[in-house]
């Protein structure tokens, strides 16, 4: 049996073993020789899986020698902090262009054993669908962007690479009383977005977008291409929440429509400290999570100056999927600080306060909804929290206190409730649910480089994390997969993999997070799917898996298995 092994570990890492042997044993880097060695395999490979000629190929692969190499890196780069001289760069580029290439760059990188990255939109916070610290290649799903709207069935298929604002555009297009219950920014791509558990504006009424996903389809560590019958029942529930690029490559989803009202109000009223903002943050946490599952206010706070003096502003934007009248009568009875009346309120169709959301001017024609504004990026850090109880007055204003010295950064409050609480937290990946009154985003942005402003913008959201603690959720304090942040852990695949996966697991996952190590062992156990935060597998102990070649550890693993080789096979 001893063996078998030895002999499946030199079968797997053979192609590999002089160039890796001597680069790791020196501890020198991978070269561009290697590099170079490894991208002429990969496109040997490529041209195989495919049956394609070598200039089919190069239409779908991008070399660092390409003409175009960069603007097809920085198009979905969203945050200017992972696009400077020093960030490493993909050794290759690949843009699929039909399902069948997705296959192929997975069996293929694997053969060669690079690290693939998968990117629908790169609105990954920490741009870990992008970068790494070791050579990858970059799968972009930007051209995989169909969308099949059958308003008969109230139902779509869409592909990972499409956008959010295409896909409400296409809906907008073929019925003006349906709408889909995703995020509220157009550019953010649907592969990311779905399978993190993406919320939008009516997530009170409808829940997430991961809550209305009836099928998918995936391409697997082998290759093949799975939809939910194939894929079964686990799998289909860890890519809902669990974030699909730990398991494979998602390729589409079938969503479930949800019915709009002709006619949806929204309104955005703001208060400063001098006007009432303390008692009116104070009752948004009584009201929001629990008024009228058709209204959604999110409230944001941010530190301003006003005639030369440090305040807080406050701000609530709010959808409701029903009327003026009906609304302003409404918080008349559940929100009367707030001091609401028709003329501060605005009615529309959805697809217009999906724009006004998206803060467009109002007129702007829906088409706008297709442009995918590449090419912009600003410097930006987020964190999150969850809420269970209400912050206390007192506790307000020791907030606002911190929120003004610190200066720049501002806190994004959206609140649950409503089909939110009712949903089981095990029914998808995805587990925030009831007992929450609302979800904390922290949000600071700049758009000057520089290692100093960075270090103070960086240091600002650590420090306002830090004081909020007392106020939210515990063992664990929880975080929200979408809204990625590296400072809660990282992992780096060795022979703590599991220890060091859990620590941001449970934080992303809660009660979950098992559940997706086991379905991850299942689906892909050597590991071949992996960021920093990805889920990792069971330990050795639990399943007899150990990752081969996915760190410096891993690298030290392989050569002693390679002088295992060497000694068996002499």
């Known amino acids: 049996m001893e063996m078998m092994k030895i002999s499946t570990l030199c079968s797997t890492s053979f192609r590999l073993s002089t160039i890796l042997l001597v680069l790791c044993f020196f501890n020198f880097p991978i070269t561009r020789a290697a590099s170079d060695s490894a991208y002429e395999s990969f496109l040997q490979c490529l041209t195989q899986q495919t049956n394609s000629s070598d200039q089919q190929i190069s239409n779908i692969v991008v070399a660092q020698t390409n003409s175009s190499y960069a603007s097809v890196l920085r198009a979905y780069i969203r945050n200017a902090r992972f696009n400077l001289s020093s960030t490493l ?40 669908s992008y970068i790494s610290d070791r050579p990858f290649f970059i799968l972009d799903m930007f051209n995989l962007r169909s969308i099949d709207v059958d308003v008969e069935d109230e139902s779509a298929w869409v592909e990972a690479g499409a956008t959010l604002g295409e896909l409400y555009y296409r809906i907008w297009q073929k019925s003006k009383l349906h709408g889909y219950p995703a995020g509220v920014c157009p550019t953010v791509g649907v592969g990311g977005h779905l399978s993190g558990g993406g919320y939008g504006n009516m997530l009170r009424k409808f829940g997430l977008s991961t809550d209305n996903v009836v099928d998918a389809k995936i391409v697997d560590v082998r290759g093949r291409i799975l939809d939910r019958k194939a894929m079964g029942e686990d799998l289909f529930w860890a890519i809902r929440g669990g974030g699909g690029a730990s ?28 006007e009432n903002a303390t008692d009116v943050v104070y009752k948004w946490q009584l009201v929001a999570p629990a008024t009228d599952d058709n209204l959604f206010m999110r409230m944001l706070l941010q ?11 406050a701000s609530i934007v709010a959808l409701y999927l029903g009327g003026a009248d009906s609304l302003v009568t409404l918080l008349a009875k559940d929100f009367p600080e707030l001091g609401l009346k028709k003329e501060n309120v605005m009615e529309m169709s959805w697809i217009q306060s999906v724009l006004w959301w998206a803060n467009f001017d109002n007129g702007t024609s829906p088409i706008v909804l297709l442009d995918r504004d590449l090419n912009s990026a600003d410097f930006l850090k987020r964190k999150s929290d969850y ?26 409050f959206n609140p649950y409730g409503g089909k939110m609480a009712e949903i089981p937290a095990s029914e998808t990946a995805f ?34 994390y830090s004081f909020m603690t007392p106020f939210v959720s515990k063992s664990p304090r929880s975080a929200y997969l979408n809204y990625r942040d590296v400072d809660i852990g990282i992992n780096h695949h060795g022979e703590d993999s599991y220890a060091e996966g859990k620590v941001y697991g449970e934080k992303y996952f809660n009660g979950n997070f098992d559940r997706l190590v086991k379905v991850k062992t299942m689906v892909d156990p050597e590991n071949f799917f ?41």
């Open 530 to 570: 992996w960021n920093e935060q990805s889920i990792p597998t069971q330990p050795r102990s639990d399943s007899g898996v150990t990752p081969l070649l996915n760190s410096s550890t891993g690298s030290w693993k392989l050569i002693g298995g390679l002088l295992l080789c060497f000694f068996w096979r002499s």
């Open 387 to 412: 809420v269970q109880k209400p912050i206390p007055k007192y506790s307000l204003n020791l907030l606002w206190k911190q929120m003004m010295e610190l200066g720049k950064i501002g806190l994004v």
């Open 247 to 274: 398991f494979g490559v998602v390729l589409a989803y079938k969503i479930k429509l949800v019915p709009v009202p002709e006619t949806v109000t929204v309104f955005r009223a703001e208060r400063l400290l001098a």
């Open 89 to 128: 760069k993909p050794t290759v580029i690949i843009t699929p262009l039909q399902e069948s290439h997705v296959s192929a760059a997975v069996i293929c990188s694997k053969q060669v054993g690079f690290q693939l990255k998968i990117r629908s939109g790169g609105h990954d916070y920490e741009g870990l």
């Open 303 to 313: 530190p301003v100056t006003r005639n030369k003096k440090p305040t807080v502003r």
């Open 431 to 464: 587990p925030h649910r009831a007992g929450n009154l609302f979800k904390i985003q922290y949000s600071i942005s700049w758009s000057d480089p520089g290692t100093e402003i960075e270090e103070n913008r960086l240091s600002q959201a650590t420090s306002l």
